[in-house]
């Protein structure tokens, strides 16, 4: 699995990339074999005018197919992420059980 970090900003702590990539590790750990590619992106939507706008945006590629997007929003780049890896587990276990549900009745199919 391989994991990258996109758009660190000028005015996140230092650590926070690190940060990010144990929050990610962590939270697929159960999905490595399935997962390709982790791909997450920070924006700050606002810039300097600030407010709740700071995202991370990750992409998950899966194997064999498919694709997971989630988003987390927080005014803090750290809560940012954790949003995203909170939703982050559960979406891909919808997305691979729906592989499977698709694969099953692909194998079940009528025999003519």
């Known amino acids: 699995m391989r994991i990258e970090i996109r758009g660190i900003p000028a005015d996140a702590t230092d ?9 990610l590790r962590f939270a697929l750990s159960r999905f490595t074999p ?11 939507a606002n810039g300097p ?5 700071k995202q991370c945006k990750v992409r998950i590629r899966l194997m064999p197919e498919g694709d997971v997007l989630v ?10 992420i954790g949003r995203a890896v909170d939703r ?4 891909v276990a919808r997305a691979l059980k729906s592989q ?3 694969k099953r009745r692909a194998g079940h199919g009528p025999t003519g």
């Open 34 to 44: 399935r997962v390709r590619l982790v791909v997450a992106r920070l924006e700050d």
């Open 100 to 102: 499977q549900d698709v």
């Open 49 to 53: 005018r600030g407010g709740i706008d």
């Open 88 to 91: 982050l587990g559960r979406t």
């Open 71 to 80: 988003r987390g929003v927080d005014a803090d780049w750290r809560a940012a």
């Open 15 to 23: 650590g926070l990339e690190s940060y990010a990539e144990r929050r």
